[in-house]
C-alpha cells in the first residue's frame, strides 16, 4: 500500500488530525455565541526559505474589476477599471496584504500589466508578486518562447525580479498528450527549466516552484526530484478546502485529495500556497439548511470564513490565496486573517460533517474558471454548471421518477431559471461531444458527459 493508499485507509478522522497538529488551538466558542473577527492585525507565515515575513491572506489577481462592471467573465470586452484595482491594492496592503498573484494568462492577458501598475506605485520591498510560466500554447514550447514570456512578465510587472515563480498548471494533459509529455514538452526537452533554474541563481527568481492540477504521478516526480536533490522546489501551489481534503478524487477522480498533497509537501518541509479554498465560490453559496446550522454555531459568521479559516490553519500553509474582484470581498477576508483563528478539533469535526453532506448532493466542482471557454459550438460550459449546482444549492433539483408535494414548484424554478441563466443556443442540449473543451479544465471534468447529463434531465423535465 503507497503512501496515498495508506492515507486514504486512515479515514476522514485520522486524516484531518494532521490538518490540527500544528497549531495550538484556542478553545471552541460556546454554540450560538457571537464571534467578532478583524480586531487586530494579519496573520503572517515564514518562508523558511528566504526568511519572507507573507500575509496569511495573498491576493489573487485573476479575476480583475473592469470598468463595465463585474468582471472579464461577465464583460469580456470591457478594459480592466484600473481606478478600482489601484484602490483595492492599497486597501490589501494598507491592511497587511503583501502577496499578490498573477498570471501571463489571466484577464486575456491583461492581469500583469494591471498588478504592475499598481504595485509599482508602493515600494517594491512593501510586497511579493507571484507569477507564473503560463507555456501552455504548444507554440510556446520553444526555449525562446518560454524565455519571452518570463522577460514580458518581469516588463509587465515593472519590475527587476520575481519573488514567487511558478511551472503553470503542472500535471495537466493537452488533448493528444499525456500529463508526462506535455510537462516534458513545456519544460524539459526545451531546457527551460534549467534556464529558470540559471534566474533564480542569478536573482530575478527569489523562490521556484510550481503549481499542480490533475495527474498525480506528476505531482509525485516534481517531489522525488526534489528528493533526490536534482531540483529544489521553495514552494508548491495546491487546491485545498474542507470538502477537497478527503473527496476531491471521489467528486472527480483526476483529482487528488488535498490532505495527500499537503502532507506530501509538509513532511518535505515545502510550503504550502494554497489556491481555490472556496472551490470556486461553491463554499460560500451552501445549501439553506447547511448555513443554518453554521449560524446557529456563530452566527455573525458567514459560511465563506469558514473555508478560509479552514484553509489558513495548517503550519505548512505561507498563504491562501483569494480571487477578490471586489471591496466587500477584500474587506471580509482582511478581517478573517486579522487575526486568524485556527479552526478546532471540534469545529474540524463539524466542517468534515458538512463536507459529506455536500458530497452527497453531487454537484459538478466546477469553479467557473472559464479555461474551457470558448466553446466552438457556442455553449456557455460555465453557466450551464453554474445554474444545475445553484439548484442543488437551493433544492431546485426535483426528481421526475420520485415526485414530492414540491415537485411542480421545483421544476418549474429550474426550467425558468435555466432559460434564463442561459440562452437557449448556448444550452447543453448542443454539445457534440467534440472535447475541445476536456483538457483545459483544471478539475478534469468530463464536460460532454455532464452535458448529456444535463440534457437529459432536462428533457425529462419538460415532458414529466
Request: charged share 20%; hydrophobic share 35%.
Given at each position: 500500500m503507497d503512501r496515498r493508499d495508506f492515507l486514504k485507509h486512515l479515514g476522514g478522522a485520522a486524516a484531518a488530525a494532521s490538518l490540527l497538529a500544528a497549531c495550538k488551538k484556542p478553545e471552541s466558542p460556546e454554540q450560538g455565541t457571537t464571534t467578532i473577527d478583524g480586531q487586530g492585525s494579519m496573520t503572517y507565515r515564514t518562508n523558511h526559505n528566504t526568511g519572507d515575513k507573507v500575509s496569511l491572506l495573498g491576493y489573487g489577481m485573476m479575476r480583475l474589476p473592469v470598468e463595465a462592471g463585474g468582471t472579464m467573465r461577465e464583460n469580456p470586452d470591457s478594459p480592466i477599471d484600473q481606478e478600482m484595482v489601484n484602490q483595492q491594492v492599497d486597501y490589501a496592503l494598507e491592511h497587511g496584504v503583501n502577496y499578490f498573484d498573477t498570471a501571463p494568462v489571466y484577464c486575456q492577458g491583461k492581469s500583469e500589466g494591471s498588478t504592475g501598475i499598481a504595485l509599482s506605485r508602493h515600494p517594491r520591498d512593501s510586497y511579493f508578486i507571484a507569477t507564473k510560466m503560463s507555456n501552455q500554447n504548444p507554440a510556446s514550447w520553444d526555449k525562446q518562447s518560454s524565455m519571452d514570456i518570463f522577460e514580458n512578465s518581469l516588463k509587465e510587472l515593472r519590475t527587476d525580479y520575481v519573488d514567487y515563480l511558478l511551472l503553470h498548471s503542472v500535471g495537466m494533459p493537452s488533448k493528444d498528450k499525456d500529463a508526462l509529455a506535455v510537462f516534458n514538452g513545456r519544460f524539459m526537452d526545451n531546457g527551460i527549466l534549467d534556464w529558470l533554474v540559471e534566474q533564480k541563481k542569478?536573482?530575478?527568481?527569489?523562490?521556484?516552484?510550481?503549481?499542480?492540477?490533475?495527474?498525480?504521478?506528476?505531482?509525485?516526480?516534481?517531489?522525488?526530484?526534489?528528493?533526490?536533490?536534482?531540483?529544489?522546489?521553495?514552494?508548491?501551489?495546491?487546491?485545498?478546502?474542507?470538502?477537497?481534503?478527503?473527496?476531491?478524487?471521489?467528486?472527480?477522480?483526476?483529482?487528488?485529495?488535498?490532505?495527500?498533497?499537503?502532507?506530501?509537501?509538509?513532511?518535505?518541509?515545502?510550503?504550502?500556497?494554497?489556491?481555490?479554498?472556496?472551490?470556486?465560490?461553491?463554499?460560500?453559496?451552501?445549501?439553506?439548511?447547511?448555513?443554518?446550522?453554521?449560524?446557529?454555531?456563530?452566527?455573525?459568521?458567514?459560511?465563506?470564513?469558514?473555508?478560509?479559516?479552514?484553509?489558513?490553519?495548517?503550519?505548512?500553509?505561507?498563504?491562501?490565496?483569494?480571487?477578490?474582484?471586489?471591496?466587500?470581498?477584500?474587506?471580509?477576508?482582511?478581517?478573517?486573517?486579522?487575526?486568524?483563528?485556527?479552526?478546532?478539533?471540534?469545529?474540524?469535526?463539524?466542517?468534515?460533517?458538512?463536507?459529506?453532506?455536500?458530497?452527497?448532493?453531487?454537484?459538478?466542482?466546477?469553479?467557473?474558471?472559464?479555461?474551457?471557454?470558448?466553446?466552438?459550438?457556442?455553449?456557455?460550459?460555465?453557466?450551464?454548471?453554474?445554474?444545475?449546482?445553484?439548484?442543488?444549492?437551493?433544492?431546485?433539483?426535483?426528481?421526475?421518477?420520485?415526485?414530492?408535494?414540491?415537485?411542480?414548484?421545483?421544476?418549474?424554478?429550474?426550467?425558468?431559471?435555466?432559460?434564463?441563466?442561459?440562452?437557449?443556443?448556448?444550452?447543453?442540449?448542443?454539445?457534440?461531444?467534440?472535447?475541445?473543451?476536456?483538457?483545459?479544465?483544471?478539475?478534469?471534468?468530463?464536460i460532454p458527459a455532464e452535458m448529456r447529463r444535463i440534457d437529459e434531465y432536462v428533457e425529462q423535465l419538460k415532458r414529466s
Open positions: 542569478n536573482g530575478r527568481i527569489r523562490n521556484l516552484g510550481f503549481s499542480y492540477h490533475g495527474d498525480v504521478s506528476i505531482f509525485d516526480m516534481l517531489l522525488k526530484w526534489h528528493d533526490q536533490g536534482k531540483y529544489h522546489w521553495d514552494f508548491v501551489q495546491i487546491e485545498l478546502n474542507y470538502l477537497d481534503w478527503n473527496y476531491a478524487d471521489e467528486i472527480n477522480e483526476r483529482n487528488t485529495d488535498a490532505v495527500y498533497l499537503y502532507n506530501e509537501l509538509q513532511r518535505r518541509n515545502i510550503p504550502s500556497v494554497i489556491m481555490e479554498p472556496l472551490l470556486g465560490g461553491r463554499l460560500a453559496t451552501l445549501p439553506d439548511y447547511i448555513v443554518k446550522r453554521m449560524q446557529e454555531r456563530e452566527p455573525e459568521t458567514p459560511a465563506a470564513r469558514w473555508a478560509f479559516r479552514f484553509a489558513g490553519t495548517p503550519e505548512g500553509v505561507l498563504t491562501v490565496l483569494s480571487g477578490m474582484s471586489y471591496m466587500e470581498h477584500l474587506i471580509e477576508n482582511v478581517a478573517t486573517y486579522s487575526p486568524l483563528r485556527p479552526i478546532t478539533e471540534d469545529e474540524n469535526a463539524f466542517l468534515m460533517q458538512i463536507a459529506d453532506e455536500i458530497y452527497n448532493l453531487k454537484s459538478i466542482p466546477c469553479t467557473t474558471c472559464s479555461y474551457c471557454m470558448p466553446c466552438p459550438y457556442g455553449l456557455n460550459i460555465p453557466a450551464i454548471f453554474a445554474h444545475y449546482n445553484k439548484c442543488i444549492s437551493e433544492g431546485n433539483v426535483p426528481n421526475p421518477e420520485h415526485p414530492t408535494s414540491t415537485y411542480n414548484k421545483a421544476r418549474r424554478a429550474f426550467l425558468i431559471g435555466y432559460d434564463r441563466s442561459v440562452p437557449k443556443l448556448r444550452q447543453s442540449s448542443h454539445c457534440i461531444g467534440c472535447n475541445h473543451c476536456v483538457p483545459h479544465c483544471p478539475q478534469r471534468i468530463d
